[in-house]
């Protein structure tokens, strides 16, 4: 075990750290911030959301370059330990680039629809992939979330001058005046969206660090799917989902109907056989199909779906909306209400990655 102390009078915002001491113990590094009775610090003290407090020991640490690699932090006041942080959540000691990460000056290349490139600012894309999902009912954590999510797939594109085509399949892109027209409520909606990506400006989500693609989707039947070409897709329970408004669809073909679609003819005798769901093919009659290609030949919801044939018709249920991989935005939502933060709703669906914070270098 060895002590090493340090005294400053530095206050960040209206707290002052005066002293901080870091101890070896058991091989783990701790470190003790003491803090001066003289600031008011209890509202601080009493977040249930530790990112504000972190992030400011955090500065303090940066700032008088402490030699500090642990991540567990001691707040000491009149010698007794009113609170600890564990700095696990966001890994300050990666960086992500040289550059300042700032939404404001990244530039984005998107090919329209018309195949004409433009460039944005990373900002006006993030604003508008949010509009695309707008909800009153959405809380903003969940959106702090898509956000993150979206942050290593996009910066990693404008590092290697590559274009986003504006249909991308995990967020289409629309010019910001086809919202302003859509909502009349659009500038109270723009400066929360505003200051949601400010919020999380140059967090990112890795998988041994490297960037992920940004799966979400609307919701499930109860839990996200795996993906053995995408090792970090998690199978985790979802059962809020079970209460979304989009968990369960109905819909009938009659025979004609689906003879149309399919290109073949099919009757009541004809033999519909799953194999293996979600991972191998749907047999119509011996013509095969992958779960993705029917969904898109009948634009169903899901891949997760049944039959129920019947004399004259036959019944597709739907289970959930989207591909069932990665974030479910309704689950997601769900966890907010009960106080989870975007930290904790990406570590849930993401048990696999890390979340990393940018850090501006100075030097």
């Known amino acids: 075990m060895y002590d090493f102390f340090y005294y400053s009078h530095t206050i960040i915002g209206d707290i002052m750290f005066y002293r901080y001491e870091i101890q070896n113990y058991n091989g783990e590094e701790v470190l003790y911030l003491y803090l001066d009775m003289k600031y008011e610090f209890s509202k601080e003290l ?41 700095d696990t959540e966001l890994d300050y000691n990666s960086t992500i680039s040289n550059e300042e990460y700032n939404p404001d000056r990244l ?43 979206f942050h290593g797939y996009l910066y990693q594109l404008i590092q ?9 399949s995990f967020g289409s892109f629309q010019p910001l005046s086809y919202y302003q027209a859509l909502y009349s409520n659009y500038p109270i909606i723009l400066n929360k969206f505003s200051q949601i990506i400010n919020s999380v400006q140059g967090i990112f989500l890795r998988y041994q660090e490297q960037p992920i693609l940004p799966f979400l989707h609307y919701s499930n039947d109860g839990k996200t799917f795996s993906n053995k070409e995408y090792p970090y897709l998690s199978s985790v329970k979802s059962i809020w989902d079970l209460a979304s408004p ?61 039959f129920i044939i019947y004399k004259d018709y036959i019944r597709i249920i739907t289970k959930g909306l989207g591909n069932s991989y990665g974030l479910s935005i309704f689950g997601a939502n769900e966890i907010a209400k009960n106080g989870a933060n975007y930290i904790q709703i990406l570590s849930y669906y993401f048990p696999k990655t890390k979340i990393f914070k940018h850090i501006k270098e100075t030097i």
């Not at 400011?56 to 330990?81: C, E, M, Q, T, Y």
């Not at 290697?160 to 991308?168: A, L, Q, T």
């Open 46 to 86: 009493n977040y249930s959301n530790d990112m504000e407090m972190t992030k400011r020991a955090h500065n303090f640490i940066v700032s008088n370059k402490i030699p500090f690699k642990g991540n567990k932090i001691f707040l000491i006041v009149d010698g007794i330990v009113v609170k600890v942080l564990k």
């Open 160 to 168: 290697e001058n590559k274009v986003i085509d504006s249909k991308f």
């Open 246 to 306: 989009y968990y369960l669809t109905i819909r009938d073909y009659s025979y004609s109907d689906m003879q149309k679609i399919l290109g073949f003819s099919i009757t009541s005798n004809s033999k519909i056989i799953v194999q293996n769901h979600n991972t191998s093919n749907i047999l119509v009659d011996s013509h095969p199909y992958t779960f993705s290609e029917f969904q898109e030949l009948f634009h169903l919801n899901s891949s997760t779906f049944y």
């Open 107 to 149: 530039m984005i290349s998107i090919q329209l629809e018309d195949q004409a490139l433009c460039e944005i600012t990373l900002k006006e894309y993030l604003l508008s992939l949010l509009f695309s999902y707008y909800d009153e009912s959405i809380n903003e954590e969940v959106y702090k979330a898509i956000c993150v999510l």
